[in-house]
Structures are given as structure tokens and as C-alpha cells.
């Protein structure tokens, strides 16, 4: 995913990478994590945040070595400020974050910036504790699909991941009348497990809007653009053929791109990091 938001990064012009690097900026808190849309300190955002910056240092970093033009115009600003996320990560407390998916985001940053060095009996009776514990809160196929996402960072075997994914297939179902998004979940799943996912595949491709882009419903009237980097993301790891998608959801991408951020695309003109990291990772896929 990273190399994927690094590849996309690379191939803006200058003044656009200048330009989401400024904004990805703007969005740090003086004490290195990232905010919500609130302007407050939030685990969610800074996963996004975070994963954006080491995109754009590695992509700066290949650069340079490559003795072409940097990514931005000094490259140490974006190094600087993974130095000072990392601070801030290295501060949190596993044991201090309440809600399962903050606990997820914050396990995978520390995983990704190789910050603490945690018992992974202790990681998995935590992750299971607040899993159940929002089980009212969160639906399973979501909750579940954080869930193996965060496993598949931090555990060597992938033998708990499947028999968790199996376990939860049978206890799922997705058709026309799903989002989106579990389509998507469930197509990388099959994909992990090396099982035939044709049908479903093919079902996240109904979601496809004409315009370009994809809508989070089936009766959606819009295309969005975080169902548009899930699901191309999805299909691009089960291996689909993207072609006849790429021309109009590329149109779409470019049509959100506003001042260094990318927008949501269903109307909200709204600056957001969620979305540019949505942007870019979409961008990445279609130029993979």
C-alpha cells in the first residue's frame, strides 16, 4: 500500500507534490500526530497521516537516489516530520486507547515505524478483548476485516489469520444490496485465501459508476472516492482486469484533486486526509 500512495506521490508535477506535501503538513499537531476534521488529536487520522509520510519519504528517498528531481523542493521537512509522528507514536499507550479501531491504528503504525517492541500474546489477547467488546457497536464483517488487516502485520504465521477468515465468511454474505466497502473486504479476503472469488468480483464491479469512479451503494446516485480506492484496491490484489475502468475513474480522481487534497467526491468540498490518502492510494492502483 505504501509503495502504491509512493508511486502516485512520484508521479504528480512539482507543484503538485509540493502541494499535498503542504497539506499533509497543515494537518500535524505540533505534537506529531495528525487531527480529525474537529481539529483534535484523533489515532484514525494519524494512521492516514502516517502512512502518507512514509510514502513521500521513500518516494523522495528513491529519488534522490535515482538523481532525479526530489519530491519536493527540500526534502527535510518530510523527513522531519516522520521523525516527529514517530515521536508521537513511541508516546501512546496500547493500554490507554479505548476503542478497537484507534487500538488497530496505533499497533500498525508501531509495527510500520518498527516503534516498541510488544508481546504479540499480549497484542492478540487485547485486539480480542475490545473486538468483543464492540461487537454491538462495529459490524462483524468490519471489525473483522481491521482485525486481519492488524494480524497481518504483526503475526509471523498467517495459520490464526485464515482460520479467523474462514470463520468469518461463513458468518457473512454480501450481494447487491451490501456496501461497497464489504464487497471490497470480502474480494481481498478470498483473494488472501486463495479461494475462487469470482462472483464477488464481479458484483464490485456493478459498483463502477459511469462517470467514473465507484458509488458506496448500489442505489448511490455518486461515485466516492473512498469506495473508489477500496474497491480498485481489492480488485488490483485479486488480480481483475482494470482497463476499461482506468480512463473514467482517473477522470474522477483528477476532478477531486483541490490545492494538494483530494476531496471525498460525493459532493463535500471539504479538504480531508482521509480522502487524499484515498486519492492517492486510487491513483497508485490505476498506475500500477
Not at 30 to 55: E, H, I, N, V
Not at 71 to 83: M, Q, W
Not at 108 to 131: D, G
Not at 183 to 207: P, T, W
Request: with cysteine; glycine share 8%; net charge positive.
Amino acid at each position: 500500500m505504501i509503495a502504491l500512495l509512493g508511486n502516485a506521490f512520484g508521479l504528480l508535477d512539482e507543484q503538485g507534490r509540493e502541494e499535498v506535501f503542504q497539506f499533509i503538513a497543515s494537518q500535524q499537531n505540533a505534537d506529531g500526530g495528525f487531527q480529525d476534521r474537529g481539529g483534535r488529536p484523533d489515532l484514525y487520522y494519524s494512521l492516514f497521516g502516517g502512512l502518507t509520510l512514509k510514502a513521500m519519504k521513500s518516494e523522495v528517498r528513491s529519488q534522490m537516489l535515482g538523481a532525479t528531481q526530489s519530491v519536493t523542493r527540500n526534502p527535510k521537512p518530510a523527513t522531519e516530520s516522520v521523525l516527529k509522528f514517530k515521536q508521537f507514536i513511541a508516546r501512546q499507550s496500547n493500554s490507554e486507547v479505548p476503542g478497537f479501531i484507534e487500538k488497530c491504528c496505533l499497533i500498525l503504525l508501531q509495527k510500520e515505524f518498527n516503534i516498541k517492541r510488544f508481546s504479540r500474546t499480549r497484542t492478540l489477547f487485547a485486539l480480542a478483548k475490545s473486538f468483543w467488546k464492540e461487537r454491538r457497536s462495529i459490524n462483524l464483517s468490519y471489525r473483522s476485516f481491521v482485525l486481519f488487516l492488524t494480524l497481518d502485520a504483526v503475526l509471523p504465521s498467517r495459520t490464526i489469520l485464515k482460520i479467523g477468515a474462514r470463520y468469518m465468511m461463513r458468518k457473512t454474505f454480501v450481494d447487491a444490496n451490501s456496501p461497497c466497502s464489504e464487497v471490497a473486504a470480502r474480494v481481498f479476503l478470498k483473494k488472501m485465501m486463495n479461494q475462487d472469488g469470482s462472483n464477488d468480483q464481479e458484483l464490485l464491479q456493478s459498483f463502477a459508476c459511469e462517470p467514473g469512479g465507484f458509488k458506496a451503494f448500489q442505489h448511490s446516485d455518486r461515485a466516492d472516492m473512498l469506495s473508489t480506492a477500496v474497491a480498485l484496491f481489492a480488485l488490483n490484489y485479486a488480480g481483475s482486469d482494470l482497463r476499461f475502468l482506468k480512463p473514467a475513474c482517473l477522470d474522477f480522481i483528477q476532478e477531486n484533486f483541490a490545492e494538494g487534497a483530494f476531496l471525498s467526491g460525493d459532493g463535500d468540498l471539504t479538504r480531508d486526509l482521509e480522502y487524499t490518502f484515498y486519492g492517492l492510494l486510487t491513483l497508485g492502483v490505476l498506475v500500477s
